[in-house]
């Protein structure tokens, strides 16, 4: 038996309590490069905790999941934090969860607008990078160093996900 969640559109008001959102709708933004480029400024804050941290940028290629979406499992990451900036103006979900009593709490679901990408601060429950109808390329920033990064959790009854109609 599957408990059901439906997609919602990616805002900066919807997923403040999450993390951040990553596009160009904002106000810190200044040309620069002799007014030939225009920089939008600190979207996110970059964490990298723990034994020998660095920052790390990589590239992702990711293939699409099928719909509606079966939620086993989500993941965390106790030493850094994430950010996935796609490379394309395909949309991709985020699934992303509070900490509750005894492990992720119920997953909030949101489908982003093209080009806007999202950061997760370190210790957010989330979903895997999940592409929506075909394979999609991603920047993206995390931490290296020692000491285990990564927390699974696997869902005892997972969650259905549907896109919206």
Not at 31 to 52: M, Q, S, W
Not at 157 to 165: A, M, N
Request: glycine residues 8%; hydrophobic residues 40%.
């Amino acid at each position: 038996m599957s408990r059901i969640l439906t997609a919602r559109p990616l805002t900066r008001e919807a997923f403040a309590e999450f993390g951040d959102v990553l596009d160009t709708d904002m106000d810190a933004h200044f040309p620069i490069n002799g007014g030939k480029c225009e920089r939008f400024h600190d979207l996110a804050k970059v964490e990298a905790e723990g034994p020998n941290a660095r920052v790390l940028l990589s590239l992702f290629k990711a293939t699409p999941y099928e719909f509606p979406l079966k939620l086993t499992m989500v993941e965390r990451h106790p030493f850094g934090s994430q950010a996935f900036m796609p490379l394309s103006p395909a949309p991709f979900l985020v699934i992303v969860c509070h900490d509750g009593p005894e492990g992720p709490a119920e997953p909030h679901v949101f489908v982003t607008a093209p080009g806007q990408g999202v950061s997760y601060p370190r210790n957010l429950w989330h979903g895997v990078l999940t592409p929506i109808g075909s394979p999609q390329d991603f920047l993206v920033v995390d931490r290296g160093g020692d000491g285990n990064n990564l927390e699974e959790h696997h869902f005892e009854t997972p969650w259905e996900i549907r896109l919206p109609e």
